[in-house]
């Protein structure tokens, strides 16, 4: 049961691994593009090439597709970037329950963007937990976990492929070992909650400290991308990382050189960033035609 391309790692570790994969349960198709046609999810399009049984029902309130989704048999379901909430008749349905994988080391960042806010909240680790899932929001007891180290510069996007990786090992682990492992119901201390991100926090504030502005861009890199405006058009920053003091004197968000941008205490460095209405670009590429001298405020 899963949807985005975070999904598609486990599913093919899955059949990888050999287990019989009774059906595979996505969001459904959304229209998209200019023609608006519908467009499946990437779990759908793999599951449909490996010739899987493919469902996805708007919900799974009723009782007919409570019924479709029992008489499967399942001994378990793997969940992972579902999309929709599993009611009790769905979460008791198989004969071993559900597992999740969850992109956390839980129980911090509960809930519905953990990748985006441990790189906003200057994290230095993250990681996978297999959990068995019941009625709260990631609430359920652990049953496996693997932990991973942030990279200083890393994006969403990148730590987002490595974690759908490290679930894919992690869920096979797990379904392994599954008589031997003991489920750790999680403590009530640390608990944290990562709020679905809202658009109003991709514009930059270039007052603030450059460590914050810093995990906002990667945090946030490639959606919805953090961004300011250079004369009145919307720049898009992708990548970037600390650079030194600026000079004595700079003002917030002027250009100190290039693409290094002084902040309200420190700078960055913007290594890659998409103009409006154009494509993704290397900052040294965006430089050859941009008007960026010395000292030119961003974001007014």
Same mark, same amino acid.
């Given at each position: 049961m899963? %949807?985005?391309?975070?999904?598609?790692?486990?599913?093919r570790?899955l059949?990888?691994?050999? *287990?019989?994969?009774?059906?595979?349960?996505?969001? #459904? #198709?959304? $229209?998209? +593009?200019?023609?608006k046609? #519908?467009? #499946?999810? @990437?779990?759908?399009?793999? !599951?449909?090439?490996? *010739?899987? $049984?493919?469902? *996805? $029902?708007?919900?799974?309130?009723?009782?007919?597709?409570?019924?479709?989704?029992?008489?499967?048999?399942?001994?378990?379901?793997?969940?992972?970037?579902? +999309?929709?909430?599993?009611?009790?008749?769905?979460? /008791?349905?198989p004969?071993?329950?559900? =597992?999740?994988?969850?992109?956390?080391?839980? @129980?911090?960042?509960?809930?519905?963007? @953990?990748? *985006?806010?441990?790189?906003?909240?200057?994290?230095?680790?993250t990681?996978? %937990?297999?959990?068995?899932? &019941?009625?709260?929001?990631?609430?359920?007891?652990?049953?496996?976990?693997?932990?991973? /180290?942030? +990279? =200083?510069?890393?994006?969403?996007?990148?730590?987002?492929?490595?974690?759908?990786?490290?679930?894919? &090992?992690?869920?096979?682990?797990? =379904?392994?070992?599954?008589?031997?492992?003991?489920?750790?119901?999680?403590?009530?201390?640390?608990?944290?909650?990562?709020?679905?991100?809202?658009?109003?926090? !991709?514009?930059?504030?270039?007052?603030? /400290?450059?460590? &914050?502005?810093?995990?906002?861009?990667?945090?946030?890199?490639?959606?919805?991308?953090?961004?300011?405006?250079? %004369?009145?058009?919307?720049?898009?920053?992708?990548?970037?990382?600390?650079? +030194?003091?600026?000079?004595?004197?700079? !003002?917030?968000?002027?250009?100190?050189?290039?693409?290094?941008?002084?902040?309200?205490?420190? !700078?960055? &460095?913007?290594?890659?960033?998409?103009?409006?209405?154009? @494509?993704?670009?290397?900052?040294?590429?965006?430089?050859?035609?941009? /008007?960026?001298?010395?000292?030119?405020?961003?974001?007014?």
């Open positions: 899963g %949807s985005p391309d975070f999904s598609c790692a486990p599913l570790a059949i990888a691994a050999g *287990h019989d994969v009774a059906a595979v349960y996505c969001q #459904p #198709p959304r $229209p998209a +593009g200019r023609g046609k #519908p467009r #499946p999810t @990437p779990v759908q399009a793999l !599951a449909e090439d490996l *010739h899987l $049984p493919v469902r *996805h $029902p708007a919900t799974l309130r009723d009782a007919a597709a409570q019924a479709e989704f029992s008489a499967w048999d399942a001994d378990i379901a793997v969940v992972v970037a579902y +999309g929709l909430i599993l009611p009790q008749a769905v979460l /008791d349905a004969r071993l329950g559900c =597992l999740n994988i969850h992109a956390s080391l839980l @129980p911090r960042w509960r809930g519905a963007a @953990p990748i *985006h806010r441990a790189i906003m909240a200057g994290d230095r680790k990681g996978i %937990s297999i959990m068995q899932m &019941e009625a709260g929001l990631d609430t359920g007891p652990v049953v496996l976990t693997r932990a991973l /180290d942030i +990279g =200083l510069e890393e994006t969403t996007a990148a730590l987002h492929d490595r974690l759908s990786v490290l679930g894919a &090992e992690a869920i096979v682990a797990a =379904l392994a070992d599954f008589d031997s492992l003991t489920p750790v119901p999680q403590p009530q201390e640390g608990v944290t909650y990562a709020e679905k991100i809202d658009k109003a926090e !991709a514009a930059i504030d270039w007052s603030k /400290d450059a460590t &914050e502005i810093d995990r906002q861009i990667r945090g946030l890199s490639p959606f919805p991308g953090a961004w300011t405006t250079l %004369s009145g058009r919307r720049l898009k920053f992708l990548a970037c990382r600390l650079a +030194g003091a600026p000079p004595q004197g700079a !003002a917030a968000g002027s250009v100190i050189e290039g693409l290094t941008i002084a902040c309200g205490r420190g !700078a960055i &460095e913007i290594t890659e960033l998409q103009p409006e209405g154009k @494509p993704r670009m290397a900052a040294a590429d965006f430089l050859r035609g941009a /008007d960026m001298p010395v000292g030119k405020i961003l974001g007014v």
